[in-house]
T-cell receptor, first 115, second 114 residues
């Protein structure tokens, strides 16, 4: 069955450092992969999308890489700030997206940036 | 900035009762979704809706669940006879243009079934 795994342990880093979060998947061929941020008790907030034919995408302090051979995406936050503390979710959509773009989700990685 | 809204923020109901969760997606969006998240677990897809019909539903979305877009702005999820295991956060999401795949989520409705 399809499986998406993210760093199971919470990540604690010092302010100013780069946070790197991992998303691995099996038994799936996603057309695109997305990263969302979720704060406690709130809905996911879209951050970045990367397509299967793209290797890397950047937006301000965020960078995503996508390796379809390794079936892995890495999500980087550079110059991290305490306000970046949240849970980060990886979500995949299939190659037959069409009119249905349902997302399949990882459990998320909790990031704490310490001042 | 346009946003997805959901009401109520918290709904407490007794087992066996019907509940209706309401969502107002972003106004020019075309694709609509319901997801749920049990406390401490993954976000799970329930159903997607496009062009006034369900485009896909998950195994969770059984005969007890239904969705409607009654008036061009609201998008509702009805659970006919709630069970204890329906207790979760329910999120509505939408996305827009054909080439746009990012989804915009509402703040969620916390459903507690007692």
């Amino acid at each position: 069955s399809q499986k998406i795994e993210q760093n199971s342990e919470a990540l604690n880093i010092q302010e100013g450092k780069t946070a790197t979060l991992t998303c691995n998947y099996t038994n799936y061929s996603p057309a695109y992969l997305q990263w969302y941020r979720q704060d406690p008790g709130r809905g996911p907030v879209f951050l970045l999308l990367i397509r299967e034919n793209e290797k890397e995408k950047r937006k301000e302090r965020l960078k995503v890489t996508f390796d379809t051979t390794l079936k892995q995406s890495l999500f980087h936050i550079t110059a991290s700030q305490p306000a970046d503390s949240a849970t980060y979710l990886c979500a995949l959509a299939g190659s037959d997206a069409g009119n249905n773009r349902k997302l399949i989700w990882g459990l998320g990685t909790s990031l704490a940036v310490n001042p | 900035e346009p946003e997805v809204t959901q009401t109520p923020s918290h709904q407490v109901t007794q087992m066996g009762q019907e509940v209706i969760l309401r969502c107002v997606p972003i106004s020019n969006h075309l694709y609509f979704y319901w997801y749920r998240q049990i406390l401490g677990q993954k976000v799970e897809f329930l159903v997607s809706f496009y062009n006034n019909e369900i485009s896909e539903k998950s195994e969770i979305f059984d005969d007890q669940f239904s969705v409607e877009r009654p008036d061009g702005s609201n998008f509702t999820l009805k659970i006919r006879s709630t069970k204890l295991e329906d207790s979760a956060m329910y999120f509505c999401a939408s996305n827009g243009r054909d080439s746009s795949y990012e989804q915009y989520f509402g703040p969620g409705t916390r459903l507690t079934v007692t």
